[in-house]
């Protein structure tokens, strides 16, 4: 009996790790919601609670660059490390997000950022076997990512490797995402992109570009996206054809701006329904109704969304 229930118990996680193997693709990402039911901030290095020490340090800069094996501080090998901001441009640290890593046997990793922003971890990531013949090496350890900050998630839409360096496993978000990378900063919440707004005359080049720059720019920039052909067939397009960094569509995009505006009921317009806390967006959730970036360009919408 007691065998039986062992057996049943290392047949179901085996067929957990399989069926979770399979949806470990781009497009099973997509639309993937953040794992809950742990604890926030469970795999934080593990000074944090007690003093944040030097985990104050370097904000925004790659932390693996000396947190690696060998590295000035070798001594604190973390596997996984970044910087949470409120902005893209990497100017306002954000305490207090939650960085969720999954890996492909569905361990679930949770960090939460401090008064600099930081993050780190020294949990373990599983080799994912589609990632080629060297399971050692640290390029196949991958993970799915979520951001979770005062209700609002965002997904990262691809699937990262945790890094290439084969003798000194590590990753740092801040490789990529820095305010000089080309995602731009790791960011949360529904914070404010610029300080105020005009209650009229709102500008398509002084006001909504701003925000659509720091808010969605990093996804909808179609051309910009990697083929993930690592993953399989499924390339992956970030952007799913919207650019949202010009007015009108392009060689590159099958639309623009211009072509989710609803100028005639400008609430039901998707550049909003779709940035909107609670909405079915790949991209995640990124403002309230009613907070001044989203009254913005509704404003922007009601005046006649023009390219001004
Ligand atoms: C230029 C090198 C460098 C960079 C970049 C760097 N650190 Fe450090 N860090 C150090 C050194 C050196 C120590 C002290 C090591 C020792 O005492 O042996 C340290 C110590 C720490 C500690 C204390 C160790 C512990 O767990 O108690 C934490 C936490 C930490 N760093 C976090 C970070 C984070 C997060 C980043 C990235 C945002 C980062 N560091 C970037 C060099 C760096
Ligand atoms: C992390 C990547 C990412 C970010 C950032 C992002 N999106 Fe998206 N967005 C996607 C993906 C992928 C799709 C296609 C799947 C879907 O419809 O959700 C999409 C779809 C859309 C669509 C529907 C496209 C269509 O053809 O009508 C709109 C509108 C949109 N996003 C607006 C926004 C706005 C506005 C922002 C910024 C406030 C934003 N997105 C930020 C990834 C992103």
Redesign the pocket.
């Known amino acids: 009996m007691k065998r039986a229930c062992v057996f049943i118990f290392m047949l179901s996680s085996l067929m957990t790790a399989v069926s979770n193997a399979q949806t470990f693709t781009p497009d099973g990402m997509?639309w993937e919601p953040a794992p809950s039911g742990h604890v926030a901030g469970k795999d934080n290095g593990p000074e944090s609670g007690v003093s944040q020490g030097n985990g104050l340090h370097f904000a925004g800069s790659d932390c693996g660059i000396c947190h690696n094996p060998g590295g000035k501080a070798g001594n604190f090998p973390f596997t996984v490390g970044g910087t949470l901001f409120k902005d893209k441009a990497g100017t306002q640290p954000l305490a207090g997000g939650e960085i969720i890593l999954k890996d492909v046997t569905g361990k679930v990793i949770s960090m939460t950022s401090n008064e600099a922003g930081n993050f780190f971890t020294y949990a373990t990531i599983a080799s994912d076997p589609a990632k080629g013949p060297d399971a050692s090496s640290s390029g196949t350890w991958t993970y799915k990512a979520w951001v979770i900050y005062d209700n609002t998630v965002?997904?990262?839409?691809t699937i990262a490797p945790v890094g290439g360096m084969t003798s000194a496993p590590r990753m740092s978000c801040n490789m990529h995402h820095g305010w000089q990378g080309s995602r731009g900063s790791l960011s949360a919440g529904t914070f404010p992109t610029l300080k105020s707004y005009p209650s009229s005359g709102v500008s398509f080049k002084q006001h909504v570009l701003p925000i659509?720059k720091n808010?969605?720019k990093?996804?909808?920039m179609p051309g910009s996206a990697n083929p993930v052909s690592a993953y399989g067939s499924t390339t992956f397009d970030?952007?799913?054809?919207?650019d949202?960094s010009a007015y009108t569509k392009n060689s590159k995009s099958a639309?623009g701006v211009a072509d989710?505006v609803n100028v005639s009921s400008p609430a039901d317009s998707?550049?909003l329904a779709?940035?909107k806390v609670g909405s079915?967006?790949?991209?995640?959730e990124?403002?309230n109704a009613g907070d001044a970036d989203y009254n913005a360009i509704l404003k922007w919408i009601g005046e006649g969304a023009k390219n001004n």
């Not at 970030?238 to 919207?242: I, K, N, R, V």
């Not at 079915?280 to 995640?284: C, Q, S």
């Open positions: 997509k965002r997904p990262m839409v659509l808010k969605c990093a996804c909808h970030y952007s799913g054809g919207l949202l639309k989710v998707g550049i779709k940035a079915t967006h790949a991209g995640g990124f403002m």
